[in-house]
């Protein structure tokens, strides 16, 4: 869904490209940085941090990263 007129977003647009890329990757950054913390703060505090990082991935990440192998390289670097 996108309910925001055409001439709303192309100076939305404007103003973000008027930025220099080292500007739009600090805000890219702190956009991920407060969906991280929005998804931790909806988990249970009680979870294993296995288990806090395969929800974070999942719900970050969904059905773009293997999560079942992303969890088994965790659980391999923690025993060596």
Known sequence: ?????PNIAAIVRERLLSR?????????????DV??????????SDL???ETKRRLCERLYGNE??????IEHLIRLKTH
């Open 20 to 32: 220099s890329g080292a500007e739009r990757v600090v805000m890219g950054s702190r956009m991920f």
């Open 35 to 44: 969906a991280r913390t929005i998804a931790l703060a909806s988990f249970p």
């Open 48 to 50: 294993s941090e296995i």
């Open 65 to 70: 990263v293997d999560v079942e192998a992303y």
């Open 1 to 5: 869904m996108n309910d925001t007129p």
